[in-house]
């Protein structure tokens, strides 16, 4: 004898009531979710294949798995479902199904709600759980991705100057420690912008500003994608051009450069002129500090700037009495 339909609907929602030849007389309503044609007819065995303990293929040997846990899988799919088999005492039996570890996949293909469980079901609380725990996840990686692009923000922000968006001082110190650490072959070339200081006082910062991101814009054009290019004062730049020490090719930039810079810059209705004077040092891979390679270049520096500036001059050893920098008209 079994319970009135409304009754097992609700507390069993998978359930199918056979008759003693196998028929399903009566199915849950989630059962009903699983098949594409009507249950109640039809033969449990030809809807559900039971392969676990063993193949059941008759009414009576599904009946002699009563109290075992069996393994089932809807026909034609490769959805696999969990079951029991209860005999009524009449020949039939009351089996009743469960998704077990595919209950997630079974919600996503069957669009299954928490009305389609039993309210005792700990499937639906898994369910909630393993949701809350996607989320979870999902909101940790976000934050990660986050906190990782602030990260790297901040990190090119304290290696960035702010108004040219050149490299800084920082910057510099940390390239050339590496290439020194490296002995790798390198050049470096420090620039001071002549006549800088006129713009400032006759047209205002803002004119200023405007032909330091000039300035710094021709330097970026004139130097390759590996060189380094660093703001590292008011009017100052350091470039660093590593594996190149030709004196010529270097010399060939400095020129190039002193003539770029020198070209006329508009801000509103004035005309900026300024030069650059220019020092050279190479380094052939042997053991300096950054700190003397850039010593080195500001010898050069003023060197060009005490020749009458607007040139370049080569950081070169000598008597200590003597300029260490040779200058070099354009």
Known sequence: MTLPEEAMHALLPMHAVLSPLGCIRQAGPTLHKL??????????????????????????????????????R??????????????????????????????VDAVRRYRLTSTDFASTDLSIEMLWLMEAKALAINASRSLN???????????????????TGLKNRRALDGHLDKLIRQRQAFSLMHLDLDLFKQVNDTHGHAAGDHVLRQAARVML????????????????????????TSPARLAELAVHLIKRIEEPVTYDDAVCRISASIGITICM??????????????????????????????????????????????
């Not at 193949?55 to 089932?72: D, V």
């Open 74 to 103: 809807v026909r034609g799919t490769d959805m696999e479902l969990k079951g029991t088999v209860v005999g009524t005492g009449d020949g039939g039996a009351v089996v009743n199904l469960s998704f077990g570890i595919a209950v």
């Open 145 to 163: 991705t986050r906190l990782q692009d602030a990260m790297i923000l901040a990190e090119e922000r304290a290696f960035t100057d702010t108004l």
């Open 285 to 330: 891979g042997e053991e300096v500090t950054p700190a003397s390679v850039v010593e080195r270049a500001d010898e050069a520096l003023y060197a060009s700037k005490r020749a009458g500036r607007a040139r370049y001059s080569f950081y070169a050893e000598g008597d200590p009495e003597v300029p260490k920098a040779i200058g070099e008209k354009k």
């Open 35 to 72: 098949s594409d044609t009507p249950l109640e007819g039809a033969c449990f065995l030809e809807q559900f294949e039971v392969y676990r303990p063993r193949l059941i293929r008759s009414m009576a040997a599904l009946l002699e798995a009563q109290g075992r846990k069996l393994s089932l």
């Open 221 to 244: 054009e004139e130097t390759r994608k590996d060189d380094l290019v660093a703001r590292v004062g008011g009017d100052e730049f350091i470039i660093v051009f590593a594996n190149l």
